[in-house]
Structures are given as C-alpha cells and as structure tokens.
C-alpha cells in the first residue's frame, strides 16, 4: 500500500518558499546595488528563525511542563498543532491505562491467593496483599530483590533455577515454616513471570489426617480378623469328614475366602497409606531391579498356577537408584494384575529396559482390555473396570493406586495404554537421575573404598 503523506507537496512547498525570501531579499538588496547580499541575508534569516524554531521544539520535549510550543505559521505551525494533539492522545491513553492497572492490582489484591509480578531474572516489581501475608515480602524495601533470594527452600531453587514451569512446586512459608504452600510460575509478556502463591497447609492437614485415619482403622481391625480367621480355620478342619458339620463345608470355606479377601484389602491399605506417608523421605539405594524383576515374575507365575505364558526381555546390567519396598511394589502389582485380567492361556510380557538416558518397566498382557474412557480413573483408590472378575480374583482395587504413589516417590510417570479386547500395556518410565549401570556403580564403589577417609 502506498504511503499518503504528501512529502512531495511540503518538500516544494518549503522550498517555493525559501526562494520567494531569496527574491524578497534580492530585491531589497538591489535598492542598494546589493541584490546577491541581501538574497543571502534574507536567507540567512530564514535560517536562523527554523533554528529558533527548533530550539523552542527541543525545549518543549525536554521539559513539555516549563515550555510550550508558540502559535506558528507554514510547517512549524502544523508540527506545532500534530505535536499537541498527539500529546493529548497520549494523556487519555496514559489515563485509561492507569485506570485499567488500578483495577487490575484492585482486583488482584482482593484474592484468596498470593500474586507476584517478576522481571525477567525473578525481580520482584509487584505484589499484592496475600503474597504479603504468605511470604513476608514488604514494600519497597523487596522491591527489586530475586525471589529466589526471599523463599529460600531447595525445592523453590531448583524449581526456579530449572525454567520448566509446566508444574508446581511446594515449599513452607519463610515467616512460617509450618504453614505450607504451593508456587506456580506463570511465564508471560516480555520475559516476565507472574507466582502464584497459595496455602495448602489445611489440605495437607486432612490429607494427613485421613492417612492416620486409615492406617488406624486398619491395624484395628487386623486384630479381630486374625481371630475370625483362627476360628474359621479350625472349623474347616472340622467340615472335612462325614461329621455332622459336614453341610457347613461351603459356608465356612466362602467366610474363609472373604476373611482372606478382607485382610489383603487391610494389607493393601496400609501399603498405600505407608507410601503416601513416607514418600517425600524414601531412602534411596542402589536397586538391583533385574533381581527383583525376576522374583516379582516367579511370585506372579505363582498366583497364575500355569495358566498364563511370560515373556521376559531384562537388561542385567540396568539398576535403579531409589527404595526396594517402592520398587517391588510397583512391579508385582502390575504384575498380578496382569494375571488378574487375562484370561487363562493368554501371555504377559515383562520388560526392563533403556530408554535414552530414562528406563522403562512395561507389563504387556492380552487380557480383557480397558475402554479409552476407563483409562484416566485406573489409578483412583477402589476403581475396577471389571467388579465381578475383579473380586472372584481376589483383587482390591487399590493396586494401581498403589503403583502411582510408589512411582511418584521415584519422580517417574504411569502410561497406560489400552483396547478393548486386546489387551494392555502398562509402562512406568524413571527418569535419568534414577537410572543406574552396573559397571559405573561398581566403579563407584570401588573407587569409595579405595578412598582414604
């Protein structure tokens, strides 16, 4: 699109006049037999009125409060008037965005959680009441300050250090270390971040509670179920023969299963409340994991009683840094699993391999399948695809559940994949800095007990 500015008008315009005071001067020069010398006067003076001009225009954009701009003719005169109304424009413009900053910072101190506005490194420049309140921060003397410097925690650190904001991360309070929150880094505009702060110390509180709950609860009723179990032993002992128990036989022995059925449902509770309990603080050690993979299929073979077919495909030398009780429980409870929903004669292929710098545990049966919209609620507590075949095979409902938590305190991620039918492939991928090589790590040790101290 062509440009509409009539350079060519105003260029010719200043130059017709520029030559009519060439003549104006000229003529009067020729009064005095000086026509060349006055031109050049004229012009000169010309001059030094545009300079003038131009010093009252710089003038004005140094300091438009102590100077106007004069009432002007010709070109002067229009930049004069553009100059003005732009001024005016900017001035509403200033205005209407200074209304909108004063609500936008209303609106943001009015909320529940804490809001941090930061530059480019983590420089705090704004922050409303709540991250006040949540983190301490005072204005202005934080003003201008990292806030990685003010939330000192490690995990905030590597948090912030790392750029990846895709996820959140918890530390407590700096004027409250017992109050905890969560922090969110939302990365927007021009290299700027806005935290989002917000206390979860009363989640924290319920979710702990309901954890002393549960684990409570279980080891209350692990007493009276032994004692159930005790007793329906001996009767089943008595229901063997021809006595005159003997049409009690299958009552007792349907008690017995439900007793049993009861105690791994307590069993599985109470593994799943230690794992939330204790995941922040698993111990990390160097995992034979081919080891446990192996006794983790010979246990699963057992509860298969020769009606499924493994296949094993195990790198011997690929180890894990992390905690064995985590780890096997990962393992065996995809694994009878597995042989929960596949039908017998089908097969189970359990793999333990490299993937790039990560490794991948993968259980691949051809069982019953899982439809796609099944699939996110697998890992929720008590959720069975399949009720009926779920409880006559003895299952809980709380396996995968199990296995989530465990891979969390491992920093790894569950994929599920799945067709109805078909079969399912569960695969739980650990990250690099879990993953260990059997020759490095006993280099390693070799090299720890070669050291003097």
């Known amino acids: 699109m062509a440009d509409d500015f009539p350079y060519a008008e105003l260029w010719w315009r200043g130059v017709g006049k520029l030559a009519v005071i060439a003549l104006i001067g000229a003529a009067a020069g020729a009064i005095f037999g000086y026509s060349a010398l006055g031109a050049l006067a004229a012009v000169l003076i010309f001059v030094l009125l545009q300079l003038r001009q131009l010093i009252r225009l710089r003038a004005w954009l140094h300091a438009p409060k102590r100077h106007f701009l004069p009432d ?6 229009e930049v004069f008037d553009l100059l003005i109304d732009l001024q005016r424009k900017n001035r509403k413009r200033k205005k209407k965005l200074a209304l909108m900053l004063a609500e936008f910072q209303a609106s943001t101190a009015a909320l529940p959680d804490g809001a941090v506005v930061l530059a480019d490194r983590g420089e705090i420049s704004w922050f409303n009441t709540a991250a006040r309140q949540l983190l301490g921060l005072r204005a202005p003397q934080d003003l201008g300050i990292r806030i990685p410097n003010l939330i000192r925690h490690p995990s905030f650190t590597e948090f912030f250090e790392a750029g990846d904001f895709e996820l ?3 530390a407590p309070s700096p004027i409250n270390r017992n109050r905890m929150l969560s922090l969110r880094i939302i990365p927007y505009g021009n290299e700027q971040k806005l935290l989002i702060v917000r206390d979860i110390s009363e989640r924290r509180q319920l979710e702990a509670a309901r954890r002393d709950f549960v684990a409570n609860a279980s080891h209350e009723l692990r007493t009276p179920l032994t004692v159930l179990r005790g007793y329906l032993d001996l009767m089943e002992m008595d229901t063997q023969g021809a006595g005159p128990l003997a049409g009690w036989r299958t009552p007792v022995l349907e008690m017995r299963n439900q007793a049993l059925r009861m105690e791994a449902l307590i069993n599985d509770m109470l593994k799943l409340a230690r794992l939330e ?3 922040a603080h698993m111990r990390d050690e ?14 699963a073979k057992a509860v298969s009683k020769g009606q499924h077919r493994f296949e094993q495909m195990v790198e011997p030398d690929l180890l894990l840094l992390g905690g064995e009780i985590e780890f096997y ?3 065996i409870n995809l694994l009878t699993n597995a042989v929960r929903y596949t039908p017998a004669g089908g097969a189970i292929r359990v793999s333990w391999e490299r993937a790039g710098d990560s ?7 051809t069982g019953i399948g899982v439809a796609p919209e099944d699939i996110p609620r697998l890992t929720e507590r008590f959720y069975r695809v399949d009720v009926g075949r779920s409880r006559a095979s003895g299952g809980t409902g709380l396996g995968l559940s199990i296995v989530k938590h465990a891979l969390e305190a491992f920093d790894a991620q569950l994929e599920i994949e799945s067709e109805v039918g078909v079969g399912s492939t569960f695969i739980c991928r650990f990250p690099p800095h879990r993953v260990q090589d059997a020759a490095s790590a006993a280099l390693a040790a070799a090299e720890r007990g070669a050291d003097p101290d």
């Open 72 to 77: 002007a003719g010709g070109i002067w005169g």
């Open 168 to 170: 959140e991360t918890e």
């Open 277 to 279: 309990a204790d995941r």
């Open 286 to 299: 160097l995992l034979q994991a081919p080891t446990l993979v192996a006794r983790a299929v010979e246990e």
């Open 329 to 331: 429980s990962i393992i």
């Open 359 to 365: 490794a991948r545990f993968a259980v691949a049966d």
